[in-house]
């Protein structure tokens, strides 16, 4: 079995330190190191405004500054990776007033993208594009509708306004066939916070889980010759041996924790699989800084990935 070995976790371990941003880095001790949730906290509220979202490159491929509901959702992921789930803190409350705003949000959820992204260095799916978010809207508006049901209280509106969203959100399932790059996987979240929620009952969880095996095994990327190029792997809806997924997907898992295994460089961390450009190099000097946050971001994401399938010595 391919292994992450201990010479190989402290190249990757030097990596970080010589080249992650304060708040990867915090969280890469935290997992890693067992550095605290409070670091970690204490460096990512650098990037919440004052409206309690976040901005401020938070997402690394868009540097607006002014809070969205994507870079929200950033926040949010970080929390659940680390495990925080104090909702009397500021940093919890402040994400709740930010999605009661009503900001950016619709009769169909939140936002992908947003119009003042366009005054910023960003790459070019996060310019504002009301078509795509019919679609790139599903996956962040399923990752928000999970938080909110984990943590906004129960007779609040924006509560209800969840439950609501979450029934539409199955519903397209069923209607649809293109979910955007995020939508499938958000589902997934959502509708495992549903069931640990107890709310089972009010959809038909049976149904919507047997589309979502299908929709999973389909986006799946089986050729791993491709996955130098930027796609769906295995990783996106499994990240462990006891998702529901798994089972359905074993050969492919491995192959892609083999392949992680293999094709990390030597004395650095995995590349990213995406650029800014095609022909237009504009904001070259931000996507060059981009690429080095991204890829400490994915080094964490990896890294844990491997370490769930017992692939880290």
Known sequence: MNKITKEDFQEIR???????????LTIWQNLFENGSKEAVISALAFYQNSDGGFGNALEADNW???????????AINILDNIGFNDISHPIM?????????????????????????????????????????????IGVTAGIVSFIIRYADSNSGIYKKALD????????????DNFGDMGIEGCCVLLDTV?????????????VLRILRELV????ERDTSKWVYYGVRPSNYIQSPSGVFYKDNEDIVQAELDYLVKTRPKNGVW?????????????????????NWWKANKAIEKMMFLRNFNRVE
């Open 14 to 24: 030097l990596w970080m330190y010589r080249n992650a941003r304060h708040l990867d």
């Open 64 to 74: 607006n500054p002014n809070s969205s509901p994507y870079s929200t959702l950033c």
């Open 93 to 137: 409350q402040g994400i709740l007033r930010f999605l009661e705003s009503g900001a950016y949000c619709n009769d169909n959820g939140w936002l992908f993208s947003t119009p003042s992204n366009n005054d910023y260095a960003h790459a070019p799916w996060w310019t504002y594009d009301t078509k795509a978010n019919e679609v790139e809207s």
């Open 165 to 176: 969203l979450a029934a539409g959100l199955f519903e397209k399932l069923e209607k649809q």
């Open 195 to 207: 069931k640990q929620a107890g709310l089972a009952n009010q959809y038909d969880c049976d149904n």
């Open 217 to 220: 095994y389909n986006s799946i």
């Open 271 to 291: 590349g990213i699989t995406w650029t800014w450009f095609d022909n237009n190099e504009k904001y070259a000097k931000e996507f060059t800084i981009s690429e």
